[in-house]
Structure formats: C-alpha cells, structure tokens
C-alpha cells in the first residue's frame, strides 16, 4: 500500500494535478455527452493520464477522439492505437470525408487551408456528428497570449465560436457548465501548466510519450529555415533535393509536413527536460502554421481550432 | 520503432541526476497565486512584462515577435513595449487595454508564481474578480501622479470581499515624479487607511517604476530613501498562508464512483481538515452516518487525505449518496441551512431583481435560489451603504438570499471550498453574481418568505375565490355540524373549494392524543388553526366546527388570519334544547358522572361576545341557515 503517489504531496505538480482532477470530473458529472480530444502529443499523453486517475477504480466514463487529418506522423498512429488499446478508453477517430475526397494535403493546398479543412472543419464535423456538448482538450496558457485569457471552462456558441469579449466570468472552481442544446463547452484542464511542468510530470508518473520527443537520426529536408522529417513518400522533393540523416527531435506533433524539427543531442527524457531549461525558443515556433502575426492563433480559435 | 518510457532509462547518466535535483528543488518550491489590478493606464502591463523580462522568463522568439510588435503598434518610439508582452487579444491591441484577465507564469529559486494580469477598466471589473478570487496577494497599481481613484478602491473592495489578506500598493510611474519620497509617502498613508476599512490585513507600499525597471527585481539608487523590499524580493518571501484552518473534515461529493456492484465510492476533493479510514463521518445536508472505509487513489489506497487531496472514498454501510452532499465529521459539521446573509457581486448585463429565480452553484450542488431582500448595495468610491431595489452590473450588495433546499456550508471566512457560489441567469445560462455566505438566518427572521413564486394569493387566484376561515362555535348538540354541511354542499355546488374540520373527526386523528382537560383543550384548538391556516394558504374555504368553549383560544384562532378573512359563527340551541335531542347520548353519560369535563355540564362554555354571525336555531331551520352563512361568505 502506497503512502502516496511518486509526487511529494505540497508540491506544485501535485496541485496541478489535483485541479485537472476535479476539472474532468466536473465534466464527467455535469455534461451528457462529453469527449476528451487526443492529438497523441504529449499534452495529449497527459490528459489521458489523468483521466485514468481522475476516474480510477472506474473506467474513464469519457471517449477520447482524435481528429485525423492522414498526415501525421507515421508513429503517432500506431502509438495512439495501441495506448487506447492498453487503457481500454474508448477511441474515436474522424477524418473530414469531404476533404480526402478533394484530396486536401499541405502540399498543393499549403498549410493554412490543410489546417483548416482537416483540423478546423473535421472537428467541428466530428462535434456535431457525435452531438458533444463538451470537449476536453489539452490547451495550456503559456503557450500562447490570447490562449493566456481563455477561460478553463470556455463557452461555444452553436456554431462552435469562441467570444473573447464575451467571456463568463469564472470564479474559484465553480465552473458554470450550463449550455443550450447545440451549445458547447471546451475545457482545458492543463490550463495553468507550463511546458515545463508537463515534461516533469511526465517524467515523475512515468508517462508514455511517442519517441518522436527524443532526438535520433531522422531524414529530414530544409524548407524555409525550418527542418521537415521525410515520414512517408507522400513528401515531394524538388530536384536534387535529397533528404539527410540529422540527430534530430520534435518539440510538438501534428502533420509532419507543418511540423519542425529541432536539431538535439537529447535522447533521454531527462536530457530533454534539460535542454527544456536552458532553451530559449518558446514551443510554438515548431509549428509552421501560427507564423506569421501573433494574433494569428486568436483568430483560428475565434473560428473554431482548437 | 521503440517507444519513450521512463522505466526503460535504466541508465541514471548526468542528466537524470540533474533533473533528479532539479525536481527535488522545484517539488519544494511554493507557489504564490497573484493578481495585478487597478485602474487602466497605471501601468499593470508594462510592470508585469518587466517582471517576465527580468526573470529572463521570455523565449528568443518572444522578444523577436515583441520587437517587431513594438515598431508596429508600441507605444514606446520602437523601444520595447513590455505590454504587448501580455496584451493578448487583438481587440486589447487595437484598443491598447487589457479586457480580460491574463494569467501568466514565472519562477525564481524560491518560487513558482501564476500572475492573474487584471483588466482596469470599470466595465471588466467582473473579469477582475475571476483573477481575484484564486489569488493568494494582489498587487494594486497607482499611478504616482493620480494617486488612488476609483477603481483602485473597488478594486481594493473586491479584494477584501473575496479574502485577500495580502496587497502589495505598487505606486508606480516614479520617474514621472522625479521618485519624490512625499508623494509616494501621501498615496501609501491614504491607501492604508482604505485598507484597513476593508479589512485587508497586510499593506506593501513599494515606489517603482516599471518602465526603468526601479525597484521590481531590486533596488534603485533613484529611490535611496526607500529601506523597504524590492517587488519581487517580496513576492518571493511574503508568507501568505492562512492560519491552520480549525475545521474538521469536509468534502463536498463530486461524481459517484461505480465500476461494477462490488464497489461504490464517492469522489471528491477535500475542502478542510484530515480524513483516516475508520472515522465516523455525516452526510448533509441528510445527516446520516456511517465510517469511512478506504480512501481510493489511482496511487493506492491512502492512511490519510487531508486540505487540497483528491480522493475517493469508500464507507461502511449502504447509504444514498449523491452528487451535491458534504461528507463531513461528526464532531463539528458544517451547518445546514436555507436563509443566509450574503455579500454579492453582480456581474451580469441584466440587472438582479429580488424574488427572481437564479441557479446558484455551491461546492458541487446546484439549487435553485432568490434575493428575497437587497439590505444594501456599496458606493465604493465613500464606503456608503445606499438602499437599493436591484443590483446591477458591478455593482456590490449585502443580501438575504433564499435557497429552494437545505444545503451544508461554512461561512467564506471559514472555508472557501464551503462559502462561495455563483449565480446563473436560468434563461441566458450566463454567470450573472459571485457571492460570499457570510451566516445563516434562522427562519423566523426571514420576513421576506412570500417572494415563493406561488404565494397564497395566486394560489386562490388560480381557484377563483377568497380563502376563508367559518369558525362555528356553539355547544355539543348545537347543530354546528349539521349547519356546515350543508354550508359545505351549496359552496361546492356553486364551484367553490371547501374543506370541513370537524371536532369529532380531528380527534380520531391528528388530536387523537390529546383529552379532554383544559390544557388539552387549548392544544386541540391551536393544531385546528394552524391546520385551518395552513388550508386558507392553500386558497381553500375551511369550515371549523369545533366546540371551541373558550374565548381567548377563538381569539388566538382568529390572529392566525388576515383581516376579514375569519368568521366566528356562533351556532346558538339552548343547553336544555340540546341535552333534550342528545344525538350521541353524551350529556346522559355526562349527567351520570361517566364524562368528565363535558361542556355546559361539568366545564363552561364563554358564549362569543362579538362575533361575525350569531345564529339562533330555534328560530329558523337548517337551510335558511346556511343560506344566511354562504351569502354573507360570498358578498
Ligand atoms: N513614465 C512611465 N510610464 C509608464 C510606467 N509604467 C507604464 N507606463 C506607461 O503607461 C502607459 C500604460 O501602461 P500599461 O502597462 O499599458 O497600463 P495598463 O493599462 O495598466 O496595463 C503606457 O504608455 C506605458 O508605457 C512607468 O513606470 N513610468
């Protein structure tokens, strides 16, 4: 019998802990038909996370979903597939039918409309198929300025916009989680966790995470400054382009074509967490699509991304 | 393809025993919840963008995205703009305020802070409270020019209403002073004051200027007269914990827990005290008992959960518990009640009107609740308490509040977890009011009960007639039964709801306990008239025939009643007449000793000296009796 968990009781992870915890079961008692999206990430390994401890002994009694846009990466597939398969979490994956048939990728169609198209109008697809009226995702506040003013409890309109001036106040942990029928709500349990502190508390619970986070030899091209991982040979190269071996890791995971790799030494999570420590790039800018002006994210939540 | 797990780093290289010792240090590391307010233009976003520069908390790329936003839209002449650091929103940007509250993270050796950045504007006070109300300090900026104004004293308001006992003055923008000691000594002297009238215990004046950087992360030879603590210097060492808390356990239920048959547990946080296996605990507002069996963590079980845990506990005996209920011990529970005073902020558009239905969300329960009674709102600016009819947005107000059930709760002061709600608008679903429960009122004091949305007057609405009480009164024998039955018969024909008391019938049951003395006597007649009472509530017609011999319990039934709302019938058959026709042959068995206390034999009758009708049934018969009664019920 365990005194207590790897985590010392006061500490800070413990309190972050706790108050994702009593987030999703907030949601779980008070939503008819909520889902936690899972992007196979690390903030996604997570909430996953947590929501077998939030529940345990019980089943998590929430899906997990995740929106596929067929050009992740290679590993998260199978990683994703086999998670749901050793927790017993019930996984939904959606892909936009619309957007594989017009054969959508971020190559002819660049990387803001195969966002949109594949992430943006999939998931609000998938929301309104499947009717959820509350969606769990793993949206932290330092990551960027206008995610640093949403609320953990944010309200949707029906057709699934955020209202930054229009925002419910949100008082101690008593979220108000009253909808009108099409309405929804996303939470953000991790909320107030840094980057840091999700890749230490992976590290103290033991946290499987894809191995994509660790640097290794990968083949990757350079577009623009930044490093492109070769996955699959849906990748086209220009002539003469050749792809090569370079020890690198990823910060975060998405489509791999609009994903940037950082060059590393670090292939142990510690030697992550501290390369984390003295890194002076913020995470973000892994992500080739928030490029441009700052209010950019603001405005793709505004209409739905996540 | 091999996949990333702690375990499989078996290896501990350079690295783990770094992060070994980091986390060591950061795991003991506290964490200080702060929030910056006052009024717009003071200087919150610079001053805090400042604080994330110096502790060298900002990205490479962050301060290239800042240098460029600082040319396009700074204020600065192309120096760097620190608030655009934290001006999120595009439309703040356009505007060049802060709308909503912004949280933000930094950390030092000592500590790890969250920053709820605060809106200034009067109209995003409500946005300040949700940075306040998880704030362990607040930070409260003037600036030195202007001095105190009016948001900072609502500001400093809301900080006292929801708690916090900590604030830092920040009077900043020195340099535009020439860093005057007077005239940082005048503002810090006045906010005291406003201070301690809010019950804020602990005040920080500190000088700065967050543009130079004097006095944030130490401290300026520009301010030589200034002994006192750098701001982050104090941040990092001011001890905000709150004195133990004296309360026993307590957990609010927040989801049951039930995998299969074999287990049933309840999943919580704990609000206050410590919990052990074994421990008697109550459920309220229920008020059943029963002992705590395991306390269930994805951990393992624990031997104990105390303040802040997460947990799911397991009990000894089968009991129906819900989402909503407190778990609590038995030695001091909280109190259950449904009246309470409560101070209240309103947050919405539309205003809060007595006697209208919100939801309010307390803990993990959700009722249905109403002002019943502004006592008064606050002019924050004087601290003058006005009368008010509503509240509206922003505004503050001292309340009664009426719940549509009993709930478990501590005071604010006492326990947060258990003394905060919020208000929901039931049609727009918006959070409209955040309140504090500030004590219970006990029911009598609750003068304001008819605000129930159905009251007494639309019940006999819905019914078409005015309730009344018809007291008939005379001796056994008398014809009082007779007469308000038939009274009962025309009023039903005509479509009126009646119902009959009877003496005889109440005495089978609800009085069947009591005799016939006169002390049991009064009593029978008390449980009749709040009976009575309770029916005329109901928009009924009562018809009360009852002996009822004595003049002050007729007097006590008869203030049970509005004006005009209670006849006394005084059915008057002569004592011989009536022991002649002795239906029941109870006066013979009174004659002969059998009845003690038999009215008009062997205990008197006080004839009614005024009442409403005075029938005399010798003069005419049963019929045009209770003509006389309907008519004169109905006119
Ligand atoms: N001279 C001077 N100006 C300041 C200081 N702090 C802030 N300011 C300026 O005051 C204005 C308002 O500052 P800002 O941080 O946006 O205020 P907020 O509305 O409270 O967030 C800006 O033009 C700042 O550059 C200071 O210490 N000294």
């Known amino acids: ?306 | 393809m091999s996949y990333l797990q702690a375990d499989d780093m078996t290896q501990m290289d350079q690295a783990t025993t770094a992060i070994e010792a980091y986390l060591q240090q950061h795991e003991t590391k506290t964490l200080l919840r702060l929030l910056t307010c006052g009024s717009v233009d003071d200087g919150k976003s610079t001053l805090l963008g400042r604080l994330l520069y110096d502790t060298q908390l900002l990205f490479e790329d962050q301060l290239a995205t800042l240098r460029g936003d600082s040319q396009r839209h700074g204020t600065q002449d192309g120096e760097l703009d620190f608030a655009l650091l934290v001006d999120g929103l595009a439309a703040e940007r356009e505007q060049g305020i802060t709308i909503d509250v912004a949280y933000r993270f930094f950390a030092t050796e000592q500590r790890k802070f969250i920053v709820a950045d605060c809106p200034g504007h009067e109209q995003y006070t409500r946005n300040m409270a949700t940075g306040a109300s998880t704030a362990d300090l607040a930070v409260v900026l003037v600036d030195a020019r202007r001095g105190l104004l009016t948001q900072t004293r609502r500001h400093t308001w809301i900080c006292g209403l929801l708690g916090i006992r900590h604030v830092v003055l920040a009077v900043n923008k020195m340099d535009l002073v020439d860093y005057r000691e007077d005239d940082f000594r005048a503002i810090a002297a006045e906010y005291q004051t406003l201070a301690e009238q809010m019950g804020i215990a602990h005040v920080m004046a500190i000088p700065l200027s967050a543009i130079n950087g004097d006095n944030v992360s130490a401290n300026s030879a520009a301010t030589a007269w200034y002994d006192g603590p750098s701001l982050l210097e104090h941040l990092e060492n001011v001890a905000v914990e709150s004195p133990a808390s004296q309360l026993g356990f307590r957990m609010p239920v927040q989801w049951v827990c039930r995998p299969d048959h074999g287990f049933r547990g309840y999943a919580g946080q704990v609000a206050a005290g410590v919990v052990e296996p074994g421990d008697e605990v109550v459920i309220l507002p229920a008020g059943v008992r029963s002992h705590v069996e395991r306390i269930v963590t994805a951990d393992g079980d624990r031997r104990e959960a105390r303040q802040g845990d997460a947990i799911t506990l397991t009990i000894t005996d089968e009991r129906d518990i819900s989402r909503g209920d407190i778990i609590a011990t038995t030695g001091s529970p909280p109190q259950v009640a449904d009246q309470f005073a409560a101070h209240l902020l309103w947050m919405d558009d539309t205003a809060l009107l007595p006697g209208r239905n919100y939801w309010l969300k307390i803990g993990t329960r959700t009722v249905t609740a109403q002002i019943t009674e502004i006592k008064h709102k606050l002019d924050v600016n004087t601290q003058e308490r006005l009368s008010a009819k509503r509240l509206e947005l922003n505004e503050v107000g001292y309340c009664n509040l009426s719940l549509d059930q009993a709930i478990a709760f501590d005071a604010y002061q006492q326990c947060r977890e258990l003394g905060a709600f919020i208000l929901i608008d039931r049609q727009s679903n918006a959070t409209a009011g955040a309140g504090t429960l500030a004590f219970a009122l006990r029911r009598a004091d609750n003068i304001h009960w008819q605000h129930l949305d159905v009251d007494r007057d639309a019940r006999a609405h819905i019914k078409g007639q005015n309730p009344a009480c018809l007291w008939f009164t005379g001796l056994s024998g008398s014809g009082k039964s007779t007469i308000a039955n038939r009274v009962e018969k025309r009023l039903h024909a005509l479509g009126y709801h009646t119902f009959l008391l009877d003496g005889d019938n109440v005495r089978h049951g609800l009085n069947r306990d009591l005799g016939f003395t006169a002390e049991d006597r009064v009593e029978n007649i008390r449980r009749v008239a709040e009976v009575a009472r309770l029916m005329t509530d109901a928009g009924l017609i009562v018809l009360v025939s009852f002996i009822s011999p004595f003049r002050s319990e007729r007097q006590m039934a008869r203030q049970l009643f509005d004006e005009g709302a209670f006849h006394e019938i005084f059915v008057e058959t002569p004592l011989a007449v009536c022991e002649q026709r002795d239906v029941k042959g109870l006066y013979a068995k009174a004659r002969s000793g059998d009845i003690p206390n038999f009215t008009g034999i062997n205990s008197p009758y006080e004839a009614p000296e005024a009442p409403e009708l005075h029938l005399q049934t010798m003069a005419m018969d049963a019929d045009a009796l209770a003509q006389q009664i309907v008519d004169r019920v109905l006119a």
């Open chain 1, 1 to 306: 019998m365990a005194e207590t968990g790897s985590l010392a009781r006061s500490s800070h992870l413990k309190r972050l802990e706790t108050e994702a915890i009593h987030i999703m079961r907030e949601v779980a008692a008070q939503f008819a038909d909520p889902v936690m999206l899972y992007s196979v990430g690390k903030d996604s390994s997570v909430l996953l996370h947590l929501l077998q401890k939030a529940f345990y002994p019980a089943r998590p009694p929430i899906p997990i979903m995740h929106v596929d846009t067929k050009w992740k990466f290679q590993e998260m597939i199978r990683f994703r597939d086999r998670r749901a398969r050793e927790t017993g979490v019930k996984l939904i994956v959606y892909t936009n039918p619309e957007g594989v048939q017009q054969g959508i990728n971020p190559f002819t169609h660049g990387a803001t409309v195969h966002t949109d198209i594949m992430k943006t109008q999939a998931l609000k697809q998938a929301l309104d198929k499947y009717r959820f009226d509350a969606a769990i995702g793993g949206a932290r506040r330092d990551e960027e300025k206008s995610r640093a003013k949403e609320r953990i409890f944010s309200f949707r309109n029906a057709k699934h916009r955020w209202d930054p001036k229009k925002q419910r106040p949100e008082l101690w942990d008593l979220y108000n989680t009253r909808i009108h029928k099409g309405e929804s709500v996303r939470v953000f349990p991790l909320s107030n966790w840094t980057e840091l502190d999700i890749w230490l508390y992976i590290y103290r619970e033991n946290i499987q995470v894809p191995s994509l986070y660790l640097a290794a030899e990968r083949p990757v091209v350079e577009r623009d400054g930044t490093l492109i991982m070769v996955d699959d040979e849906r990748m086209p190269l220009s002539a003469g382009e050749v792809p090569q071996m370079r020890k690198v890791r990823f910060r975060t995971l998405g489509c791999y074509p609009l994903t940037g790799a950082i060059e590393s030494e670090a292939d142990t999570l510690p030697k992550v967490i501290q390369e984390m420590l003295v890194t002076h790039t913020s995470e973000r800018q892994g992500r080739v699509i928030d490029h441009d002006e700052s209010a950019s994210m603001e405005k793709k939540k505004q209409e739905g991304y996540f």
